[in-house]
């Protein structure tokens, strides 16, 4: 399809555990968001990148945290030693350069911490 | 003080009503502005950008006050398809560079017959 990809669209796992979520941008889309999103609350600011590199990663919560866009494509983000408090959903959107505040989101990852 | 601040609602209004929404945002010298528009359990969607003049797309209108801080979204002739979450979103803030989008926590629309 056109639109962000994201995978997977739920995942469940224990505390503890390691967690990897993957976000496929819009083809030629250079800029690359994370954001998560707890109910009741808008979209809280993880990361974004220009390209391969993070541009800001000002809203990583703490080093459990981690992102790489290693072709400057394909996204992942990576929550090692998971807790119960990062249950949310975790949102991917992509932007061209230059467009200004129109951000293309995935349809999101739902995250269960048990 | 959070860097961008919406009322939460929810607002119920009957069909046909105007609504207005209001966001302050803590950073003078924030660059843009927009108001996104989310459905429940979907991904938000850019509604309308907002322009220093005001701006007005249909039924919805955007208004910027860059002295106050102040940023507005007033819909007209409300329908029950307007039932959604919205969120005021402001483009570079003291905490990150900017291209960084911040969003409000949204604030809860419902329209009723």
């Known amino acids: 399809g056109a639109g962000v990809s994201q995978t997977p669209s739920n995942k469940v796992t224990e505390k503890g555990k390691y967690v990897e979520l993957r976000c496929d941008p819009i083809?030629?889309?250079?800029?690359l968001y994370w954001y998560r999103q707890s109910l009741g609350q808008g979209p809280e600011f993880l990361i974004y990148?220009?390209?391969?590199?993070?541009?800001?990663d000002s809203g990583l919560p703490n080093d459990r945290f981690f992102a790489v866009r290693p072709e400057g494509s394909v996204s992942t983000l990576k929550i090692q030693r998971t807790e119960r408090g990062d249950s949310a959903v975790y949102l991917c959107?992509?932007?061209?350069?230059?467009?200004?505040?129109?951000?293309?989101f995935g349809e999101g990852s739902r995250l269960t911490v048990l | 003080r959070k860097e961008v601040e919406q009322d939460p609602g929810p607002f119920n209004v009957p069909e046909g009503a105007t609504v207005a929404f209001n966001c302050t945002y803590s950073?003078?010298?924030?660059?843009?502005f927009f108001w996104y528009r989310q459905d429940c359990r979907k991904e938000p969607k850019l509604l309308m950008s907002?322009?220093?003049s005001g701006n007005e797309d249909g039924r919805f209108t955007a208004q910027l006050n860059r002295a106050s801080q102040y940023i507005s979204l007033l819909i007209r002739d409300s329908k029950l398809s307007d039932s959604a979450t919205y969120l005021c979103?402001?483009?570079?803030?003291?905490?990150?560079?900017?291209?960084?989008?911040?969003f409000g926590t949204g604030t809860q629309l419902k329209v009723e017959l």
């Open positions: 979103v402001v483009k570079g803030t003291l905490t990150g560079g900017g291209n960084k989008l911040t």
């Open positions: 950073n003078s010298a924030s660059q843009s």
């Open positions: 907002v322009y220093s």
């Open positions: 083809s030629g889309h250079t800029a």
């Open positions: 959107a992509s932007r061209p350069t230059g467009s200004g505040g129109e951000l293309f």
């Open positions: 990148f220009q390209g391969t590199g993070a541009a800001d």
